[in-house]
């Protein structure tokens, strides 16, 4: 069902990489809602990807570009500005790889390199795209930019490796460049920190399916799927949440504020039977 919550609004969409992304949920999403926009990715994801599938159902136009290369990234929201013929009103960044996560590597084991690696294309693309988007004027008054986060900015996980450091870099930058672009243009700034998504880069979290599971059972509205994420994105881009920003907003089924749950302890108290 659509409400038109984005009638008339424009916008520029990072990450969507193939129809699991929580990028293409929420591209699909936008759409139906009213919005154009624009639609971006690496080179290699849109050979590896079926981004063109999207932008063909979404009649929108695909940029290439790295989002952790400062050019590139002036590129995508100069050409966006151009294809939309004028400025826009929402940009979501849905942007994470670490090098380290790829290579198997643990925490206590990084290669430095691919940790600046992970911090660049994780975490301080969202700094670029914030940055070229305020020289240009790139963005709407009362406009919105989300960028997806993880829990793990915030407790330890198994597995999540240095993502969780980029998380936390994210979350701070949206904290940081919230005040600046909220005071001089009254432009919204959030981070999402959503539930475990099965999606190709939730597939590289080591132990991701028991993760899914855990989350799972210790949320009293179970795991938010890439769908339901879309839609909070939606109603974030809308007028509806215009004095929502510099928040990290958990979009989990609760899980964030618990600690044990019914179904967790009886799964935990069968896994001791055999033991007794
Ligand atoms: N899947 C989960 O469990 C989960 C949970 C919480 C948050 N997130 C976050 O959601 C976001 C989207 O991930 P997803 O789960 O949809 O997986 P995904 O693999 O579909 O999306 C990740 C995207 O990042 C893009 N990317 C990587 N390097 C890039 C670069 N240098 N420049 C531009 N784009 C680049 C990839 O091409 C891909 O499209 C990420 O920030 C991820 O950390 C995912």
Sequence with gaps: MSYNLLKGKKGIIFGALNELSIAWKVAEKAYEEGAVFTLTNTPVALRMGTLNLLAEKTKSTVIPGDAA?????????????????????FILHSIGMSPNVRKGLAYDELNYDYFMKTLDISA???????????KHDAINEWGSVVALSYIAAQRTLVGYNDMG????????????????????????INT???????????????GIDTLFDFT????????????????????????????????????????????????????YTRSFKDCD
């Design 216 to 267: 799972d059972r210790m949320s009293p509205l179970g795991n938010a799927t890439a769908e339901d994420c879309a839609n909070y994105c939606v109603t974030l881009f809308s007028d509806l949440t215009r004095k929502v920003t510099m928040q990290n907003l958990y979009h989990d089924g609760g899980f964030s504020s618990m600690a044990m749950s019914q179904r967790a302890i009886s799964q």
């Design 192 to 206: 999402i920190s959503q539930s475990p998504t099965i999606t190709t880069a939730g597939k590289g979290i080591k």
């Design 69 to 89: 290369n400062a050019d590139d990234m002036e590129n995508i929201i100069i050409k966006s500005m151009e294809i939309l013929n004028g400025k826009v009103d």
């Design 165 to 188: 450091d980029a998380k936390a870099l994210l979350e701070s930058i949206a904290r940081s460049f919230g005040y600046i672009y909220g005071r001089d243009k009254k432009i919204r």
């Design 124 to 134: 301080l693309s969202f700094h670029k795209l914030l940055l070229y988007s305020r």
